[in-house]
């Protein structure tokens, strides 16, 4: 058994909302008919597109934490790995539908997949157009030739940022679309787990993994990944990750990038940082610039040990909405050149 802070497992999302609305009032919402489904107090309005992320907890600051002026409008939220379903969808996009039509975004996972395309299909009865793209950045999921297989995990937080700018700059929901496929065409993810995780409920890890090793690969639920091996210094991990993700990227010199080094959820800043030491030495090597870095727990799975980078190949459009600045409870973009509020 593993040890959590936590009252009743069972009650553990509802009470984390409740501390999350008691830190936060002042950015975030609880629908009145669902608690569930998170809305944003400032962005969404009239003549917007709707952008209403969402998915199962235990990922945090994903999803909950990215909606805000300038990013997600709303977010349905599940039990702890498991896709919400469809009525908080529903009730979110209704709260912050402003006319120009809702798009829906998610990791591809069945349950989200099936739940989603509900929600859709009675937002359409109610006159609502809503569309949906799904995030596919984990390269160790599927072959590059069957992308669409892909799972999304930690790129959505480049992929939502692209879409949640495009929607504040007051773009149509054709365009909104186009800019959010074209941000997980170009994100790429790979991660490495070196310990497991426990659901709330039971406080069992949910894979067995032995002391030193690491599986590269695996997925944010535990879902297996390429394979498992003795764990290798941090270095030797960034090059096996970075020889994966430039290849299917094939970015030229020149060419900028975002980086997103992202804790699993054990892994320490320290970690992290030595791990974005050697990517920064490799995009240098390659000739690449390095636009944004973000480091630090970003999309989490629980307390699971391991760590995975992320790379979007940025154009003028994306690098445009990167910078788009945002306001929400745990990711905040400012303007470039704007100063602290120090």
């Known amino acids: 058994m593993t040890q959590k802070l936590i009252n009743d497992g069972n009650a553990a999302v509802d009470e984390m909302l409740d501390g999350v609305m008691a830190a936060h009032g002042d950015l975030l919402q609880r629908h009145e008919r669902a608690p569930r489904a998170i809305v ?17 907890s235990g990922h945090e600051p994903t999803f909950l934490g990215f909606v805000g002026k300038g990013l997600a409008d709303a977010a349905a939220i599940g039990n702890v790995f498991a896709s919400p379903p469809p009525q ?103 991660g ?25 690969g695996m997925g944010i639920h535990g879902e297996p990944g390429m394979r498992r091996e003795a764990l290798r ?44 030491r050697r990517v920064a030495q490799r995009l240098a090597e390659a000739g690449l610039i390095v636009h944004r870095t973000l480091v630090g727990p970003l999309c989490t799975s629980l307390e699971m040990a391991g760590a995975s980078i992320t790379l979007m190949h940025l154009d003028d459009e994306l690098q445009r909405l990167l910078d788009h600045p945002c306001e929400c409870a745990m990711y905040q973009q400012r303007r470039p050149g704007d100063a602290d509020d120090r």
Not at 41 to 46: D, L, M
Not at 194 to 215: H, K, V, W, Y
Not at 241 to 268: F, Y
Request: with cysteine; proline share 4%.
């Open 88 to 190: 908080p969808a529903v009730d979110a996009a209704l709260a912050t539908y402003g006319g120009a039509g809702v798009l829906f975004m998610y990791g591809n996972y069945a349950g989200d997949v099936m739940n989603f395309d509900m929600a859709t299909e009675l937002l359409e009865l109610e006159g609502v157009e809503a569309r949906t793209v799904l995030t596919t950045d984990d390269i160790a999921s599927a072959p590059r030739d069957q992308r669409e297989r892909r799972r999304g995990v930690a790129g959505n937080v480049f992929i939502f940022k692209a879409a949640g700018a495009a929607a504040d700059l007051m773009m149509s929901l054709d365009e909104v679309e186009r800019l959010a496929r074209h941000a997980n065409a170009r994100t790429f993810t790979l």
């Open 192 to 216: 490495v787990a070196l310990a497991p995780c426990s659901l709330p409920q039971t406080r069992r890890a949910n894979f067995d993994i032995a002391a030193g090793e690491m599986e590269i």
């Open 233 to 276: 210094p941090a270095d030797a991990v960034v090059d096996e990750i970075m020889d994966a993700i430039l290849a299917e990227m094939g970015a030229a010199k020149g060419d900028r990038v975002a980086v997103l080094v992202n804790s699993l959820g054990a892994t320490p800043l320290m970690e992290l940082y030595i791990m974005n």
């Open 40 to 56: 944003a107090r400032h962005g969404p309005r009239p003549g917007k597109v709707a952008l209403v992320i969402g998915g199962g």
